[in-house]
């Protein structure tokens, strides 16, 4: 990360910060903000596709929380539609009409959604999903993907050894995401190059008895954005069904995001189970986990899932507004077209100056890759020199451009960017490039 501190002013950001430190770990509530003493940003407030931090310094946002304000930021009928939510009440230990309403909308818009049941992060929705898929069979052992991220719980805070890596020939060691998190888990799961069926085959075949499930993003949505190619992602499906296990797809990014039935539909293929969460309410705190009847009844012969804050109405009804409008609207297809146009922008910029790059994701959450062929495994993004980048994005937030400084997360849209905001994103992407070739 290299961010710039050269054309903003920070000084009232900065002047928080040293009071927030003294209060919270890093100044901050998750690590990903702390951007530095001097460089990390507070913000005062967004609208649509913009937010403005304490400093008074304006962004176009395509970080978007990660994703969740699809709509963009403070959206009126979201609000509203929360507000009205909020009125029913907050908790109440009981459920609400509203599951029902939102639960309709997921299994009309979500291929393989039998039934719904509701939390409130990501994290929750997928640990709860893979309870479900041991549960259901029996078996306590899964597999994931190199370069894939699943939450913050234990069991998927594992990553492939960046420093064990130069060796193309063995598969490098697989290490926990930082301390705290126990060695032991690390028998509980295979983890396999992303893309690689044959690889996730070896795998199957030797060990389909003790593993409950493969779990899977359809995009990399934290590696660049790489996408499955899609006969890889549809072996997995064949080889799940083959080997009789559980196929979970994480779609809590992509979900009501690349498409209206979310990456399954996009790649024409259907879970057993799925989770969702970030662009069902634009922003507010709530995901789902979906699937097949069978399993999904579980739920009640055996295997525990709950929480005080589950369903909670004020996110239910933002659920509701916001899924309305992704059904109705052509939200999705702007959101798609404006990635689309930025890309095509960004092209020509890096073209006429013999910049090697490639794009990967969907149009409305995509990477930036600065070598001609885009990245298809953690291991050949890891290994790729991504300065360039970061040292260009670092000019592109001091400029009011904020992407996401380190390129393992891609490019988010909403669709309240409009002709204005890439018209300034280009111009300004234009004039980053040049700062970073100097
Ligand atoms: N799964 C995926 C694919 C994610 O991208 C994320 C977060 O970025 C999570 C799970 C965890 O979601 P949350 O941060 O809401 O817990």
Redesign the pocket.
């Known amino acids: 990360m290299s961010i710039k501190v050269q054309r903003r002013k920070l000084d009232k950001s900065r002047a928080h910060f040293k009071e927030a430190v003294q209060h919270l770990p890093l100044g901050v509530s998750s690590n990903f903000r702390f951007w530095g003493e001097d460089e990390t940003v507070f913000v005062k407030h967004g609208k649509g596709a913009r937010l403005w931090d304490l400093d008074g310094n304006e962004y176009i946002d395509y970080r978007l929380g990660?994703g969740p304000a699809i709509l963009g930021h403070c959206h009126p009928e979201v609000d509203a539609a929360a507000r009205e939510g909020q009125s029913v009440g907050t908790v109440f230990a009981l459920g609400t009409e509203k599951e029902v309403t939102v639960a309709k909308l997921i299994k009309e818009m979500m291929p393989a959604a039998d039934l719904v049941r509701f939390s409130n992060?990501?994290?929750?929705a997928?640990m709860a999903a893979l309870r479900l898929a041991r549960g259901y069979t029996g078996k306590d052992n899964y597999v994931t993907f190199e370069g894939s991220?699943?939450?913050?719980f234990d069991a998927t805070m594992w990553t492939a050894d960046p420093e064990d890596m130069k060796d193309q020939s063995k598969d490098p060691k697989v290490i926990p995401y930082g301390q705290g998190i126990p060695q032991l888990v690390r028998n509980l799961f295979y983890q396999v190059p992303y893309n690689d069926a044959q690889r996730l085959e070896d795998v199957l075949k030797k060990h389909h008895d003790s593993i409950a499930a493969v779990l899977i993003?359809p995009i990399l949505?934290?590696c660049c954005g790489i996408p499955s190619k899609p006969e890889f992602i549809k072996a997995v499906r064949a080889l799940c069904t083959k080997y009789n296990v559980i196929m979970i797809v994480?779609e809590?990014?992509t979900g009501f995001r690349v498409g209206r039935g979310g990456a399954q539909a996009l790649y024409g293929i259907e879970a057993d189970i799925f989770?969702v969460?970030?662009a069902v309410a634009n922003g507010y705190p709530i995901?789902a986990i979906g699937g097949k009847e069978e399993i999904m009844r579980k739920y009640g012969k055996g295997v525990a899932h709950g929480g005080t804050y589950t369903a909670q109405a004020m996110s239910l009804a933002a659920a509701e507004k916001t899924l309305t409008i992704l059904r109705d609207t052509d939200a999705l297809e702007v959101i798609a077209n404006y990635g689309k146009a930025m890309q095509e922008g960004m092209h020509k910029v890096l073209t006429k100056r013999g910049i090697p790059h490639s794009f990967t994701g969907h149009h409305s959450m995509s990477g930036l890759f600065f070598s001609a062929e885009a990245p298809t495994t953690y291991r050949n993004w890891k290994l790729s020199d991504y300065t360039f980048y970061d040292t260009m994005a670092g000019y592109l937030i001091d400029m009011g451009v904020m992407c996401e400084p380190d390129s393992r997360e891609p490019w988010f849209i909403s669709s309240a960017h409009d002709q204005k905001c890439l018209d300034e994103t280009l111009q300004k992407f234009e004039e980053a490039v040049d700062l970073t070739l100097d």
């Not at 992060?121 to 929750?124: A, D, K, N, V």
């Not at 991220?149 to 913050?152: D, M």
């Open positions: 990660y992060s990501g994290t929750e997928v991220y699943h939450g913050l993003e949505g934290n994480d809590v990014k989770t969460a970030k995901s």
